[in-house]
Structure formats: structure tokens, C-alpha cells
């Protein structure tokens, strides 16, 4: 397994011709059985067999290369997705040994056995997974959905000369690794929208930041943005909307504020934009996070990571934000420390810094949060505002914060899924007014009105927030707002039949 372990690292190779010859021997591997499709997915192979074969732009419905594509960058697209191909091959031999088959349903595919009268969206669970033994869960799932993800749509685009264009499930723009070896990806992500979207359109686009392995469409997303609106306009989840919201109820004016873990900038985009005149700092461990959240999710920010060959991938509905943020490399605790002893002081610091759903050990220390609690300020309305993740980490988080706070809160969604979504925490050390009518008073004298707002609060052992309206913006200004042409025709899933 280390040999395809060294050829899945070439595919990340800058020589074309090394990701050819890489591809090329895993596939032959594959099939000679010396390697399974699922370990290879295993191994987290999807996200630069996706890149690869996508770099080309591609004719349809043959999905040839267009003719002026470069030989070298041919050839490798091409290796990438005949080896993705053959691996969705044995996921729909797979479904048809146990009676299930894809189908196209409306544009948008479903799984279906006839025999047992089953039709789901979500691929089944197969009796030989059953007989599998030391494979990750998610891989059963993600090599039940390749079928569908490497089939691109045929769609129509009337700002294209030929009048059609190809629309990947799932298009990944950016797949590298850390020093440390953690997989970064950016993708773009063509789903159906959710009967409960708030939305009539059939499809959704979203833009993903991924850390560490991709396990399929249902994958934990670090960062994700609605490619409808312009960054910074809305909001996805609920604890994202909570870390913002928290931050806008703080009175002081020219907020200073300090986010540890940028991700994708989501919040520090939101916040640039609503806030009036803050100065926003960015801690972030990985310089290629930090280029990430500029180069693809639009933040601007005072001190570009970028060189001057990294051009912005922003969609045309992206707008420049108000204020650029001032984002620093650097490790957390070290850094906070350093605060410290330069005794600087910040009316918001947002501790942000899960990766896939869980918090970094390194930081689950007395000392960081006692560094914390000296670099918020003493001010009425200050805080510290903690995503807690949806994992077992909120009790410890807790009680580090309650053993420098004064003031700490457990925050949770007033809704009926609370306990499906994350926790955060509040401390602080002079109490914080979180309600209705502060929020109110704050909201008018914000750059622009929130998608949402503050609908409830009641305090009990925990704070539970209710945020009403949609995260994201209204159906009809999102309507207004789409301007890519693009709709989703006939999928080609007879290509891996």
C-alpha cells in the first residue's frame, strides 16, 4: 500500500507528465486486484483524480478535451478519468449484483430496486459491505455516489457561443497538502436544493472548503458559500449566524475584533461587511488556508498571501468588501501569547478552529485560555465567542472558559433540531445583554440588514437563540441576483454504464 500511497501523492505533481504515468500505474494495480477501489478512496484519491481530469475544458457530449487543450494536460485529464471511470464502473456493478440501478429522475439522479419497490436519493446500504471488515463507513457511501459524481450534466448557457457547457456535480478548483500532510480542497458543489431551502429552484451551487480527507458529498465543510449571492451577504449554519450575531451585539464602536481559524473567511466576510469601520485580524495555522479564503471565498484582505501569478477565482456576483481584514500566519496559543506581552486587547475574539468537527487537543490547554482572557477586553459588551463544535469537546471548552470568565454561557439553537447542530460559548467579563431589543437597537445602524434576525431568547441553564428569517438571502433577491445562465440539463450517466 506505500507504493500507491507514493503514486496517489504524484497526482498532486506540477509535471503533467508524472500525474499521467501516476494514474495510469494505480489503474493497472486496480485492475490486476493488487489494490481495491476502496482502499483507494480510502486514501482520500477522489478530490486529485477530480482536479485532473477537470483542468481541461471539455467538448460534449464525447467529453474530449477541446482541440487547443496542450498535449501533457490532455493526456493526464484523460488517465484521471478513465481511472475514475472504471472505479464508478465497479460501483454500478456493485449496485446491479444486489438489484439496484441509477436512474435519472427529472435531471437528478436516484438509486433504484426494483424488486424490493425502493427509490432513495441517498445511496443504499449493500449486504457486501456487510462482509467487510477495518473499512471506514464512508467509503461504502462515497463509492456508491462516483457514479454521479464524475457524470457531468450537459447544460445550457446562453452566454456561450455553442450555447452549451458541461456542469460538474462536483468541480474541484483547488486540491494540495500541508506540510504536515492535511489535504486542502476547494470545491464547487451542484446539489438539489432541499424541499425546506426556502428556495423554488431546482439546484443549489456551493462553494466548499475542505480540511483533511473528502468523505463524499455529505463530508464535514469547513467553510461554504451560496455562489447566488456575493460573499459576505449570508450566512449557512447556525453557529456561524451565532458568532456573527453575537459579535454584532456588541456596542462598542469601531469594533476591534480577533478571529482565530479563518477557514474559508465566512464570518470575518459577514462581519466586514455589516459592521461599520471594525478592524478585523486573522489568525490562521496554514498559509494555504489563508491564500484559500482570498484566492477563492473573497476575502480582502491588507496584507495579500498571494503572489502575483494567483489570480482570484471569484464568480461575477462576488463585490469588494468594506473592510480588508489583516491576516497573520501563525500558531494560536503562540501567537495569543504574544498578545499577551504586547498587552493588546480586543472587544471580540472568535475562537473558530475545528477541523473536521473537532477541536485541536493543542488548545485544550489552561494556558491558552488564560492568554485568552487576557486579551479581551475588561469593557462592557467584550467577549469571547467559542464554536464548540456538535462533538463532546463543549464540556471541556467550558470549563477552561469558566475558570477565567466571570461570565460563560452555553448557547444553543431554539429550534426543534438543536440537538443536530453546534454548540457555542459565551464568556465574558462583565455581562453581555444578548436580546430582542439589543439587537434591534444594534441592527439599525449596521451597513446593511442582516438575512436574519434575533427572534427569541430565554435564558436557563444554557442561552437558548432563536434566529428567525432565512440565513441566506430571500428567494426573490437571490432571483435577482443569479446571473450565470446556467441550467441544468440531461446528466450523461450512461458514460460509466
Not at 118 to 125: F, V
Request: hydrophobic share 40%; net charge negative; aromatic share 8%.
Amino acid at each position: 500500500m506505500e507504493r500507491v500511497k507514493t503514486l496517489i501523492s504524484h497526482l498532486l505533481s506540477p509535471v503533467h507528465q508524472k500525474r499521467t504515468m501516476a494514474a495510469k500505474l494505480i489503474r493497472t494495480l486496480m485492475n490486476k486486484n493488487e489494490v481495491s477501489v476502496l482502499s483507494l478512496i480510502s486514501e482520500n484519491i477522489v478530490p486529485p483524480l477530480l482536479h485532473m481530469a477537470q483542468i481541461p475544458d471539455r467538448t460534449t457530449p464525447d467529453l474530449q478535451p477541446v482541440p487547443d487543450t496542450p498535449t501533457e494536460i490532455s493526456e493526464s485529464a484523460d488517465a484521471a478519468l478513465l481511472l475514475l471511470g472504471e472505479m464508478a464502473s465497479f460501483a454500478t456493478d456493485l449496485l446491479a449484483s444486489e438489484g439496484w440501478e441509477i436512474i435519472d429522475d427529472d435531471g437528478w439522479p436516484r438509486y433504484v430496486n426494483e424488486t424490493l419497490q425502493q427509490k432513495t436519493r441517498d445511496p443504499p446500504t449493500l449486504e457486501y459491505f456487510g462482509t467487510l471488515e477495518e473499512v471506514d463507513e464512508w467509503t461504502f457511501t462515497l463509492v456508491l455516489e462516483l457514479p454521479c459524481i464524475v457524470a457531468p450534466f450537459v447544460s445550457v448557457n446562453k452566454s456561450v457561443e455553442k450555447g452549451q457547457v458541461l456542469v460538474w456535480p462536483v468541480r474541484v478548483l483547488y486540491h494540495t497538502k500541508t506540510g504536515d500532510g492535511m489535504a486542502v480542497s476547494v470545491m464547487d458543489l451542484t446539489e438539489e436544493a432541499d424541499e425546506d431551502s426556502g428556495t423554488n429552484e431546482g439546484e443549489t451551487l456551493s462553494r466548499v472548503l475542505v480540511l483533511g480527507t473528502w468523505k463524499g458529498m455529505l463530508s464535514y465543510r469547513e467553510s461554504e458559500i451560496d455562489l447566488a449571492y456575493p460573499q459576505g451577504t449570508h450566512l449557512e449554519n447556525w453557529y456561524s449566524v451565532t458568532m456573527a450575531g453575537l459579535a454584532i451585539l456588541n456596542p462598542s464602536e469601531s469594533q476591534r475584533i480577533l478571529q482565530i481559524g479563518l477557514g474559508g473567511g465566512t464570518i470575518t466576510s459577514f462581519l466586514s461587511r455589516h459592521i461599520k469601520n471594525p478592524t478585523i485580524t486573522c489568525i490562521e495555522l496554514e498559509s494555504a488556508v489563508g491564500k484559500v479564503a482570498e484566492q477563492y471565498f473573497g476575502v480582502t484582505a491588507t496584507n495579500s498571501l498571494l503572489h502575483p501569478n494567483e489570480k482570484p477565482h471569484h464568480p461575477a456576483v462576488f463585490e469588494p468588501l468594506p473592510t480588508p481584514c489583516n491576516i497573520i500566519i501563525a500558531e494560536a496559543q503562540s501567537w495569543v501569547s504574544g498578545a499577551v506581552q504586547r498587552e493588546e486587547k480586543w472587544d471580540t475574539v472568535l475562537l473558530d478552529v475545528h477541523t473536521q468537527d473537532a477541536f485541536p487537543r493543542t488548545l485544550l490547554t489552561s494556558e491558552f485560555f488564560r492568554d485568552l482572557s487576557r486579551v479581551v477586553s475588561k469593557q462592557m459588551g467584550s467577549m469571547l465567542v467559542i464554536n464548540a463544535g456538535s462533538g463532546s469537546e463543549w464540556g471541556e471548552l467550558k470549563k477552561h472558559a469558566e475558570a477565567e470568565f466571570a461570565y460563560v454561557q452555553l448557547v444553543v439553537d431554539g429550534r426543534e433540531a438543536a440537538e443536530s447542530e453546534s454548540f457555542v460559548i459565551l464568556a465574558s467579563h462583565q455581562p453581555v445583554t444578548v436580546s430582542v431589543p439589543q439587537w434591534k437597537s444594534r441592527s439599525q445602524g449596521l451597513l446593511q440588514q442582516t438575512p436574519f434576525t434575533l427572534e427569541g431568547v430565554a435564558q436557563g441553564e444554557s442561552l437558548v437563540v432563536t434566529w428567525g428569517g432565512n440565513y441566506s438571502v430571500a428567494p426573490e433577491e437571490r432571483e435577482r441576483m443569479r446571473t450565470d445562465g446556467v441550467a441544468l440539463g440531461d446528466p450523461i450517466w450512461q458514460l460509466f454504464d
